[in-house]
């Protein structure tokens, strides 16, 4: 017997016992690829954990995507030194699970969530350029990396607004070329996963960890474009109809 639970779009669905061994094995491959991260400066880890968590997120939507993610991602978190890391893949499985099934409203919604994941992607760039921190200082953990604070971003980002304002447009177009292409939406609701954590992802690091705030914005640049390049893996993967079968997708 399963489960009988309420999505956020309001119908019930029944957990089964294969929705659980799916989960189960799923979070268990995220945190396999978690310990084969690529290592980086300012603990930064490159791995591709997002892809077994969006596996279910596309194919069984927001609420078994959330669960995969919150299990799943434990091993990265721990190597990032906070366990309260899981709720970041959590938000990531189940925002991108939500959106792969609400498809008209991804369409709306892609724009906007593009123009602050373009701002976030290049912000670090403008707190740099109106600060007293290089590159190299950020790189290689300087002390005046170190002592950069929030007033280095007061100034106005025209860089992450630019930024911001290409990915948006970008998004438009692609949802108004190819309104029907399902790899396309697919990565789009990956990047939407992965923009929506951004907020939680710069509190644990900044507030949490304490990070100085101008290298909290570059790992979480890295954040976004490690899972945005998962959302494209995962996205092509799923274009094989056996592979959706054996997830119970559509």
């Known amino acids: 017997m399963g489960t009988t639970l309420k999505e956020s779009s309001g119908v019930k669905r029944r957990i089964s016992t294969q929705d659980v061994a799916l989960v189960a094995v799923m979070a268990a491959l995220a945190n396999v690829l978690g310990f ?118 007061l100034a106005v980002p025209y860089v992450s607004i630019v930024s911001g304002v290409v990915a948006a447009a970008v998004a438009a177009l692609l949802v108004l070329r190819f309104p029907e292409n399902r790899r396309l939406l697919l990565t789009l609701a990956g990047c939407m996963g992965a923009i929506a954590y951004v907020p939680y992802d710069a509190f644990a690091l900044y507030v949490v960890q304490q990070y100085p705030w101008i290298p909290t914005w570059f790992v979480l640049a890295k954040d976004l474009v490690q899972d945005f390049v998962a959302a494209g893996i995962t996205a092509s993967i799923l274009e094989n109809k056996r592979v959706r079968r054996l997830l119970g997708g559509a």
């Open 36 to 153: 084969f991260a690529i290592p980086g400066p300012w603990n930064i880890q490159f791995s591709m954990t997002g892809i077994p968590i969006l596996l279910v997120a596309f194919t069984r939507g927001p609420l078994l995507g959330a669960l995969t993610g919150l299990l799943g991602g434990y091993v990265q978190a721990v190597k990032y030194g906070w366990e309260g890391y899981v709720v970041y893949t959590a938000i990531q499985g189940g925002v991108a699970g939500f959106f792969a099934k609400k498809v008209r409203l991804l369409r709306v919604l892609a724009p906007p969530f593009f123009f602050f994941g373009g701002f976030f992607l290049t912000w670090w760039v403008d707190q740099m350029r109106y600060g007293k921190v290089t590159f190299e200082d950020l790189v290689s953990m300087t002390q005046r990396a170190v002592a950069a604070g929030p007033e280095t971003g």
